[in-house]
T-cell receptor, first 111, second 112 residues
């Protein structure tokens, strides 16, 4: 499989727990994006990396959200002290030019 | 504030007929538009795109039309097939930015 992969596919967390979501982009794709998709909504932008540089994090909803891509490949989205409103599908996408290719997402449920 | 809108949450079409999915946007800076298809428990899959320098792009059964003056785009699927049943998202971006703005999706059901 040469597509974008994400793990875990499903995560249940108790309120207040920290979670880490992983994204493996398509090999050679310079750009990597994280989106949050709430039920019944379209994906909403969280943050963008070009190689290891985080160029835009304007969509991160609070300082509890943190993303990194230290070697310009795999990326991790970390959510600290999870809240119920963080429950959503977190999508990762990568691109080389204009079209973004999405992974299957991680469905996070915070109880 | 929703910059990309899909006002029809659902659409049902008979197999073999045309499906028309609509999308409106408000930001005149958008110059690149895409349609994604999403099955349950999967990520969105890229379907077709169009740049603002064109008003039509065709790929097999799928055609996207762009009306810049109306800030409107549509996806035509003809003939529709049961396997086309999915949620369709339109997305837009501006060359000055990096993110895509998505609509809320239209759930298409193609009835055999």
């Amino acid at each position: 499989g040469a597509g974008v992969s994400q793990s875990p596919r499903y995560k249940v967390a108790k309120r207040g727990q920290d979670v880490a979501l992983r994204c493996d982009p398509i090999s050679g794709h310079v750009s990597l994006f994280w989106y949050q998709q709430a039920l019944g909504q379209g994906p909403e932008f969280l943050t963008y990396f070009q190689n290891e540089a985080q160029l835009d994090k304007s969509g991160l909803p609070s300082d509890r959200f943190f993303a990194e891509r230290p070697e310009g490949s795999v990326s991790t989205l970390k959510i600290q002290r999870t809240q119920q409103e963080d429950s959503a599908v977190y999508l990762c996408a990568s691109s080389r030019e204009e079209t973004q290719y999405f992974g299957p997402g991680t469905r996070l449920l915070v109880l | 504030d929703q910059q990309v809108k899909q006002n029809s949450p659902s659409l049902s079409v008979q197999e073999g007929r045309i499906s028309i999915l609509n999308c409106d946007y408000t930001n005149s800076m958008f110059d690149y538009f895409l349609w994604y298809k999403k099955y349950p428990a999967e990520g969105p899959t890229f379907l077709i795109s169009i740049s603002s320098i064109k008003d039509k792009n065709e790929d097999g059964r799928f055609t996207v039309f762009l009306n810049k003056s109306a800030k409107h785009l549509s996806l035509h699927i003809v003939p529709s097939q049961p396997g086309d049943s999915a949620v369709y998202f339109c997305a837009a971006s501006a060359h000055t930015g990096n993110q895509f703005y998505f609509g809320t999706g239209t759930s298409l059901t193609v009835i055999p």
